[in-house]
């Protein structure tokens, strides 16, 4: 099956998911870029974005990820998540999660994804989650 395209993907989350606050970025061989606008909504007491909006960033960008790769399954679903927070992120400036799959198999898929504050360079959390793909692909 051929890779979705980022219009594609794109058109896929407007209709199935409208509430989605995420941008599609940055499509490479490799790695899928996705942004979060930040708001007060994504801040908590001390300054900081708070850890469920980086989850939810990183978890998504690793189920387009693997959309990108297998097609447009609504119900493949994250079955592990595990995020390491690194260092405080700037509540000031826009997050960007990239994500590169280590696997995609017929029934599992893995992603890895580093999040960053905008124009810094290291990152601010990283995070590897398990998706469950179904076994009957249709789109």
């Known amino acids: 099956m051929p890779r979705i395209t980022k219009k594609e993907l794109q058109e896929f989350f407007d209709d199935k998911f409208p509430q989605m606050d995420f941008i599609l970025e940055e499509f490479d061989e490799k790695s ?18 708070s850890g469920p909006t980086m989850m939810a960033l990183a978890d998504f960008a690793i189920y387009a990820a693997i959309l990108r790769e297998v097609g447009l399954v609504e119900l493949a679903v ?34 890895e994804v580093s999040i960053f504050s905008e124009g810094i360079e290291a990152p601010v959390a990283h995070a ?3 998706y469950s793909i179904p076994r009957n692909l249709t789109s």
């Open 128 to 130: 590897v989650g398990t």
């Open 78 to 111: 994250t079955t592990s998540f595990n995020i390491n927070f690194l260092k405080k992120p700037e509540a000031t400036r826009d997050i960007f999660a990239k994500c590169k799959l280590l696997k995609c198999g017929k029934t599992l898929a893995i992603g």
């Open 32 to 49: 899928i870029t996705v942004k979060q606008n930040i708001s007060e909504l994504n801040l908590r007491p001390g300054g900081t974005i």
